[in-house]
């Protein structure tokens, strides 16, 4: 057991194993960056859990000094349900892709997020599947040429964040992979969250799809490219010398062009609340594209309610007092019982 009283860093969440993703591969980024955080939170080493199915992010728990699962294909949600209500204590991850979490794992991604499970879910976004060779992914953008798609995909994108809170995500989040330090704040955050937390990580795949994140990953397009979210404080994104902001008439989103010194209020920008009740306007947050709008980046909603894991164990204590804490011995011999002769 960790001593209490001893401060950990990043190296002690290292594990000994050789990382083997691509040069380049956004993933280098996100584990150091998960390293960093983990020490922050203020908890013993062996109470992590990270829990991963199949693709390139799915070798996370490998490269954490934590425990961890390597599961099958698109069920890491249905295993991190199942450790954290049997071990609430723990603090469990589930590390999962666009292909892994959205394709074969839809299923189980919706009903964990919509139980609101006491879970944190890093959900990297390369929009392709970059383990088996480049096949366009749910999240590809119509018209993509892969070895799957030659012609070009024709199935219209599923919008993580839109999924997220259209199953009733109680907090969603989109981060950048190479913005450490705002990836660590909202990695912290989706912590102390209680409840499913969901962090899209737009991370790049440079074999497969390079550069599908660039106009948000370059600092000098970012400005433009990207709308930073700050709870209690205006739609804006631009330069100074272009500033411009985001305004909704009619539940539609429209882009204001500011003067200098405008008051953008004034001029009808939207200020970003993270904590309405109803999902309808960080929904709205989440459909706006380019190149016609920026792209929001941070936390689109964060509201507390009900957890399942709580409300499990809250009923599991109701069964307790009414009926006894029970014996597994009295359960499997009570009844009918047979013997069964071995001859």
Known sequence: MTDQFTKLTSKDFMSDQDIRWCPGCGDYSVLANVQRVMPELGIPRENFVFVSGIGCSSRFPYYMNTYGFHTIHGRAPAFATGIKASRPELSVWVVTGDGDGLSIGGNHMLHTIRRNIDIQILLFNNRVY?????????????????????????????????????????????????????????????????????????????????????????????????????????????????????????????????????DPIAAGVAVHNERYQTPAYAFALATLRRPEFPLPIGVFRAVETATYDALLEGQVAAAVVKRGAGSLHDLLYSGDTWTVDPS
């Open 130 to 262: 970059g383990l088996t060779k480049g096949q366009y992914s749910p999240t590809s953008q119509l018209g993509m040429q892969t070895s799957s798609s030659p012609d070009g995909s024709i199935d219209h994108p599923v919008d993580p964040l839109a999924f997220a809170l259209g199953a009733g995500a109680t907090f969603v989040a989109r981060a950048i992979d190479v913005d450490g330090a705002h990836l660590q704040q909202l990695l912290e955050r989706a912590y102390r969250h209680p409840g499913t937390a969901l962090i899209e990580i737009l991370q790049n795949c440079p074999v497969y799809n390079d550069n599908e994140w660039l106009e948000v990953e370059d600092r000098k397009s970012r400005t433009d490219a990207a709308l930073v979210l700050e709870d209690g404080e205006p739609l804006l994104f631009g330069s100074e010398d272009r500033r411009r902001g985001i305004g909704f008439h009619g539940g539609i989103a429209t882009v204001v062009e500011l003067e200098k010194g405008e």
